[in-house]
């Protein structure tokens, strides 16, 4: 059995790919699983991927290294029910230090298991951390990214079609001064030959005895787990009209443009309309997302945001574009259920 953890940290498009991998693995009748996990309860990633019918379960309210035994579980409850022989388990974004607290107790509880880490990074921001172009983001926030990099068995430099061929020059000459002991890929998640190439790494990857845990310092790592406010927020929009789904989109759009005008940086700000379409923003460079509209009465939309600020600011914020949408578009938007949170200082159940 494979277990291939993901790890990245502000938009590293880990979803992408394991989303692509379990989709060609499964055309080529190999069995998978993916496993989410976030620090909030409702996860926009888990629910897409059962709209999408790709076996899967979910880890809540806390990473994986804090939540050991009920990863174990679901890995347990996916070989068993699902049949999977390759599961890519997609830890918090902002966790790290998984080698000691996740891939050594996998390696050491589960004997048959091959285990390995990828760290997936955005190209675009990749190349302002390594500029030290990105003060906006807090000196404890950067402390976990580079210790993601650090720790990783290979490392995917992501989203290489967004930037042009002298930023990849300079990254490929970069990373490999700084992490040539490692395997490095620059691919683009959406492309299959890409999946295929980071699959077949993975296939033949062996994670050795002697792997090193991180030396970390934990105040520094929970410090900057604790700058990010943590925000899931489940609404429903009435329309009478029939534009239910135009006013979701909306809503998506403009809580979008209010987090750059505010200059937020973010991890990510993921949406999940009506149980099955997902838009997601990583960078204030991504461009508006256009979706077909359904004549509809009502959609529910589920909202997860990562953001470096407060979260009474985040909620203040997405209460401002509610606001506006009802009284520009006569629509009515119920909460469902709504979470905002710092996560709390990480508690490894085990640490090797």
Not at 190 to 213: C, Q, R
Not at 298 to 310: A, E, G, W
């Amino acid at each position: 059995m494979q277990i291939h953890l993901l790890t990245g940290f502000l938009g590293g498009g880990k979803t992408t790919a394991g989303q692509h991998a379990a989709q060609y693995l499964a055309n080529h009748k190999i069995r998978t699983g993916i496993i989410t996990n976030d620090q909030g309860s409702k996860l926009v990633d888990g629910g897409f991927f059962k709209y999408l019918d790709i076996p899967n379960r979910e880890v809540i309210n806390g990473c994986f290294c804090c939540n050991y035994r009920e990863l174990n579980a679901t890995i347990t409850s996916l070989v068993a029910i699902e049949g999977a022989e390759v599961i890519f388990a997609e830890s918090v974004g902002s966790c790290t230090d998984i080698v000691a607290t996740v891939l050594k107790p996998l390696l050491k509880f589960r004997e048959d298991a091959q285990v390995t880490v990828s760290t997936f990074v955005d190209a675009r921001l990749l190349l302002m951390m390594l500029r030290d172009d990105t003060m906006a983001f807090d000196a404890s926030v950067r402390y976990i990214y580079f210790k993601q990099l650090e720790e990783a068995c290979v490392i995917i430099i992501n989203k290489v079609d967004l930037i042009n061929d002298a930023q990849i020059a300079f990254l490929k000459e970069t990373v490999e001064e700084r992490y040539g002991n490692k395997v490095c890929l620059f691919q683009n998640s959406n492309d299959e030959a890409d999946i295929k190439e980071w699959l077949n790494v993975l296939d033949n990857y062996e994670t050795g005895p002697t792997i090193a845990s991180l030396n970390i310092d934990y105040d520094v790592y929970a410090a900057g787990e604790a700058k990010l406010a943590w925000v899931d927020h489940a609404i429903e929009v009435f329309s009478v009209d029939g534009n239910a789904m135009q006013e979701a989109a909306f809503i998506i759009r403009d809580i979008f443009e209010a987090v750059k005008k505010k200059k937020y940086m973010f991890g990510h700000l993921k949406f999940l309309i009506n149980n099955s379409i997902k838009i997601s923003y990583t960078s204030p460079a991504d461009q508006p997302i256009l979706i077909d509209f359904q004549p509809s009465g009502s959609t529910n939309l589920l909202i997860n945001m990562r953001v470096q600020t407060i979260p009474e600011n985040i909620t203040k914020l997405i209460a401002g574009v509610i606001a506006k949408t009802e009284r520009q578009t006569g629509c009515k938007i119920a909460t469902v259920s709504l979470s905002a949170f710092q996560p709390g200082y990480p508690i490894p159940e085990y640490r090797m």
